[in-house]
Nanobody, 120 residues
Framework: QVQLVESGGGLVQPGGSLSLSCAASGSRFTIYTMGWYRQAPGKQRDLVVTISSDGRTNYAESAKGRFTISRDNAKNTASLQMKSLKPEDTAVYYC??????????????WGQGTQVTVSS
């Protein structure tokens, strides 16, 4: 199994910045994709951004130009830098990973979620 633990999040004013971090742990695994999804109250969980092990990124339109994902493959960590935050960015942000357990199958994993609230 792979465990994903997020940190960061909190309350920020519109126009402000915030950073999220995600650390993967477990035994004997290889992570392929890491990223972030978010879910606002009453809405579905949506993609924010993903990053592959070779650094290719896939940003949602709403995140382009404002959010930046980075990844440390050696440490199995990912970070999300968010700037110019808007009230509509308010949501629970979930770390996401696709990994194998050194076998042929790949699995999806989710963190427990961290709240980001953008409000004055």
């Amino acid at each position: 199994q792979v465990q994903l633990v997020e940190s960061g999040g909190g309350l920020v004013q519109p126009g402000g910045s915030l950073s999220l971090s995600c650390a993967a742990s477990g035994s004997r695994f290889t992570i392929y994709t890491m990223g972030w999804y978010r879910q606002a109250p009453g809405k579905q969980r949506d993609l924010v951004v993903t990053i592959s092990s070779d650094g290719r990124t896939n940003y949602a339109e709403s995140a382009k130009g404002r959010f930046t994902i980075s990844r440390d493959n050696a440490k199995n960590t990912a970070s999300l830098q968010m700037k110019s935050l808007k009230p509509e960015d308010t949501a629970v942000y979930y770390c996401y990973a696709i990994a194998d357990l050194l076998g042929p199958n790949r699995y999806q994993y989710w963190g427990q979620g961290t709240q980001v609230t953008v409000s004055s």
